[in-house]
């Protein structure tokens, strides 16, 4: 049996030059997990605003299935370094969350 070692595709070879994916790979100046409301659960991290007053932030967004992600996941989420953050009190669709809170922190950013 020949095992050859995993090669890389000229196409993922390519994109990982470009500046835009090079980001991807720095650490995030946060990670946030859009959650349900919970009950004793702040609304937003408290570093947010803090972030969102730098020239560039880097904010990964964990964005979940239709009523939110199981507490397993939410407690892994947590381990890796994702704080909980409430847009509101609706559930949001899957494919609506992420404009949502594009559009939320692009308005935060600008509230002094």
């Given at each position: 049996m020949d095992v050859r070692p995993p090669t890389t595709s000229t196409i993922v070879t390519t994109l990982s030059q470009d500046p835009y994916y090079q980001i991807l790979q720095q650490p995030a100046d946060l990670r946030l997990q859009l959650s349900v409301p919970?009950?004793?659960?702040?609304?937003?991290?408290?570093?947010?605003?803090?972030?969102?007053?730098?020239?560039?932030?880097?904010?990964?967004?964990?964005?979940?299935?239709?009523?939110?992600?199981s507490v397993d996941e939410c407690q892994q989420a947590a381990k890796a370094g994702f704080e909980p953050w409430q847009i509101g009190s609706r559930v949001l669709r899957t494919e609506t969350a992420p404009v949502v809170a594009l559009a939320t922190l692009h308005a935060l950013s600008y509230y002094e």
């Amino acid at each position: 049996m020949d095992v050859r070692p995993p090669t890389t595709s000229t196409i993922v070879t390519t994109l990982s030059q470009d500046p835009y994916y090079q980001i991807l790979q720095q650490p995030a100046d946060l990670r946030l997990q859009l959650s349900v409301p919970a009950a004793g659960q702040p609304a937003m991290p408290r570093s947010l605003p803090t972030v969102l007053t730098q020239q560039s932030p880097y904010i990964e967004l964990l964005i979940g299935p239709e009523g939110g992600l199981s507490v397993d996941e939410c407690q892994q989420a947590a381990k890796a370094g994702f704080e909980p953050w409430q847009i509101g009190s609706r559930v949001l669709r899957t494919e609506t969350a992420p404009v949502v809170a594009l559009a939320t922190l692009h308005a935060l950013s600008y509230y002094e």
